[in-house]
């Protein structure tokens, strides 16, 4: 009886017309975003040849400009900026013939060197980031972010290729996608597609009420049939981004380094505050830990979802309520709020809804709260799922399939 249920259940799920048209709308974005969005768009690390060899022309006047006036040397309260020049001036000379040559080895060589010089200069405006709290901090950790991907890009032991510098390959795209807060849409597939899943039998109220099953056996197989369903459509788009992206750009690599943040290992930093550390895992490691939170924060929703059936026993009020509660982090974030109601940010499970920035450290290091972990996740995860499946198990004896389905009519 319970494989029948799950069948037809699974059935009816593929043929929801409500399903069906938002897959085909993340089919259209997702083309939408291979076709049009992707190969137009540039990142922090595009390389414009031309741009550049406009600033080589620029360098090289104002360096000949020193050189004819006898301004080559030190001023009594600056430094030697003939140096400084000269030295821009080779380093973007490199850029520009290693990217010529599509040496591109030799190309992150270089670029570490750019990356280098520019967060030396940028160090000295404090105004570019200046409503952070801690700017000199951040452009710390970006700086050291950027060397440890291009250092991944020379330690990989693979072919290194525009895209791969661009982070367009499928497979950086993807942990790009984790690590922006636009993975809610993971999250955002189990809510909507298990919003309706108690809701959607009401016209056959009556057939249900004589079927053999108990009503919260009958809710946990639904919620089993709506989180298999999701995983499965979730797979199917994740093999549809893949395929078009690495037609374009290429596959990538699972030994490319993706950086993280890290607590301190020291007791104790100076000046009063824990600073950071910096390593960096694998793509393939960093896609594993993302499969250990997705299925988690997914039966999380899913099963909060048939509380809210029972309670709300509108599939749209349903939707609403659950993307509150999914997005209820913007309401108090700040990266100087570490407690909410006096207790640590770290034991509230919409701490880890952005599963990817938990993963790379960079949710502990924005509130600078060491206790933010991925262990520490899967904790408070966890917990909260025991205590949904109590709140489930009491509020489905209160409100019986008689009582729902009668509601409901």
């Known amino acids: 009886m319970t494989i029948s249920m799950i069948m037809h259940e699974f059935k009816m799920m593929l043929r929801n017309k409500k399903n069906i048209l938002f897959i085909i709308a993340l089919i259209g974005l997702i083309a939408a975003y291979c076709f049009l969005i992707l190969p137009n768009m540039e990142t922090a690390d595009s390389f414009d040849i031309e741009e550049k060899e406009a600033e080589l022309q620029n360098l090289g ?139 959607k039998n009401k016209e056959h109220r009556s057939a249900l009420q004589g079927i053999p099953i108990g009503w919260y056996r009958l809710i946990n197989v639904k919620s089993f049939v709506a989180f298999m369903y999701t995983l499965f459509i979730l797979f199917g788009l994740f093999l549809l981004v893949m395929l078009l992206i690495s037609i374009q750009n290429g596959f990538g690599s699972l030994k490319l380094s993706v950086p993280i943040t890290l607590p301190s290992s020291m007791p104790e930093d100076y000046s009063d505050y824990r600073h950071s550390e910096y390593d960096s895992i694998t793509i393939a490691k960093f896609l594993l830990l993302s499969l250990g939170l997705i299925p988690i924060l997914m039966y999380l929703f899913i099963r909060l979802n048939a509380i809210f059936s029972l309670l709300f026993k509108n599939p749209w009020v349903v939707i609403m309520v659950s993307t509150v509660f999914l997005f209820s982090e913007r309401i108090y974030y700040s990266r100087t709020t570490t407690e909410l109601f006096g207790i640590d940010l770290s034991y509230f499970p919409q701490t880890y809804f952005d599963f990817g920035r938990v993963i790379s450290g960079e949710k502990y290091y924005l509130v600078h709260l060491e206790s933010i972990t991925y262990q520490q996740g899967i904790i408070v995860l966890l917990s909260s799922i025991v205590i949904l499946e109590i709140i489930l198990f009491v509020v489905s004896r209160v409100i019986s399939k008689r009582r729902f389905y009668r509601i409901t009519a």
């Open 61 to 199: 006047a104002v360096r000949q400009g020193m050189i004819d006036r006898g301004g080559t040397g030190f001023g009594s309260m600056t430094e030697n900026v003939y140096a400084q020049n000269t030295y821009e001036f080779q380093v973007k000379s490199s850029l520009v013939h290693a990217f010529k040559d599509q040496n591109f080895y030799r190309f992150v060589q270089w670029k570490m060197n750019e990356n280098f010089y520019n967060a030396i200069v940028e160090g000295m405006d404090w105004m570019l980031i200046s409503g952070a709290p801690y700017p000199a901090h951040d452009m710390e950790r970006n700086a050291t972010l950027t060397r440890l991907r291009y250092l991944g890009y020379l330690d990989a032991g693979v072919p290194i290729t525009y895209e791969m510098i661009e982070q367009k390959t499928a497979l950086q795209t993807v942990v790009k996608f984790i690590l922006d807060t636009t993975a809610a849409i993971v999250l955002f597939c189990a809510i909507y597609f298990s919003s309706d899943m108690i809701t």
